[in-house]
T-cell receptor, first 115, second 114 residues
Framework: SAVISQKPSRDICQRGTSLTIQCQVD?????MFWYRQQPGQSLTLIATANQGSEATYESGFVIDKFPISRPNLTFSTLTVSNMSPEDSSIYLC????????????FGPGTRLTVL | AQSVSQHNHHVILSEAASLELGCNYSYGGTVNLFWYVQYPGQHLQLLLK??????LVKGIKGFEAEFIKSKFSFNLRKPSVQWSDTAEYFC????????????FGTGTRLLVSP
C-alpha cells in the first residue's frame, strides 16, 4: 500500500472563493486520481493526474472549475474554483502504488463545506 | 458506460448474524472488482479484490466475496459480524483495460448492534 496524506482535512469556505487541496504520497506513483463524494452519495472520479501531462477529466468535470497540478511523482493538488454550496463534498485522492497492479489506495479526504 | 448497483443502502444486524451485501455491475468485458470499507472517522480501506482465478476471494477481517460472472455479481459475505464491522461498504469496478478508472456503487451502511 502507500501512505497518503491530504491537506487540509476540512475547511469551510465562502461562496465564490477557491480552495486548493494537496495530496502527498510516500512513494513515487505514475497516476493519481481525484474523486468527489457528495453528501449521501458515492465516490465519483473527477480526473486522473499524470505527472508531466495534462490531467484527464471525466464527463461533467472541467479544468476551469477543477484545475489540477502534478509537479512530481509524489504530489498533486486539486483546486475547487469559484465555489458554490453545491461543491460541498469530500474530496479524495487515490494512487496505485508500485507493485499494486490496478489497486487504488485512498487518502483520508478533505471535507469541504461551502457557505 | 459501467455502473455498479448496491441493493441495500442500510443494513442493521445483531452481532453474530451473517452478512451478505449485494453488488451487481454492468460491463460486458473483463473487470476487476473491489470492496472498500470506511469505518467511522476513518478513510477508505481496501477490504478485498478480485482480478482473476478462484472466484471466491478472501479479504481482511473474515470477509469474503464471490464473483459470479453469469450474474455480473460480486457479493460480500461474512458468516458472523461483530460490532466493529459497523461501517460503510462500497463495491467498485474497473474495466480491465489499463485505464484504472474506478466506478463505485452507492455504498451500504452497516450497523451492527451489540
Amino acid at each position: 500500500s502507500a501512505v497518503i496524506s491530504q491537506k487540509p482535512s476540512r475547511d469551510i469556505c465562502q461562496r465564490g472563493t477557491s480552495l486548493t487541496i494537496q495530496c502527498q504520497v510516500d512513494s513515487q506513483v505514475t497516476m493519481m486520481f481525484w474523486y468527489r463524494q457528495q453528501p449521501g452519495q458515492s465516490l465519483t472520479l473527477i480526473a486522473t493526474a499524470n505527472q508531466g501531462s495534462e490531467a484527464t477529466y471525466e464527463s461533467g468535470f472541467v479544468i476551469d472549475k477543477f484545475p489540477i497540478s502534478r509537479p512530481n511523482l509524489t504530489f498533486s493538488t486539486l483546486t475547487v474554483s469559484n465555489m458554490s454550496p453545491e461543491d460541498s463534498s469530500i474530496y479524495l485522492c487515490s494512487v496505485v502504488p508500485p507493485g499494486s497492479t490496478d489497486t487504488q489506495y485512498f487518502g483520508p479526504g478533505t471535507r469541504l463545506t461551502v457557505l | 458506460a459501467q455502473s455498479v448497483s448496491q441493493h441495500n443502502h442500510h443494513v442493521i444486524l445483531s452481532e453474530a448474524a451473517s452478512l451478505e451485501l449485494g453488488c451487481n455491475y454492468s460491463y460486458g468485458g473483463t473487470v476487476n472488482l473491489f470492496w472498500y470499507v470506511q469505518y467511522p472517522g476513518q478513510h477508505l480501506q481496501l477490504l478485498l479484490k478480485y482480478f482473476s482465478g478462484d472466484p471466491l476471494v478472501k479479504g481482511i477481517k473474515g470477509f469474503e466475496a464471490e464473483f459470479i460472472k453469469s450474474k455480473f455479481s460480486f457479493n460480500l459475505r461474512k458468516p458472523s459480524v461483530q460490532w466493529s464491522d459497523t461501517a460503510e461498504y462500497f463495491c467498485a469496478v474497473n474495466a480491465n483495460t489499463g485505464f484504472q478508472k474506478l466506478v463505485f456503487g452507492t455504498g451500504t451502511r452497516l450497523l451492527v448492534s451489540p
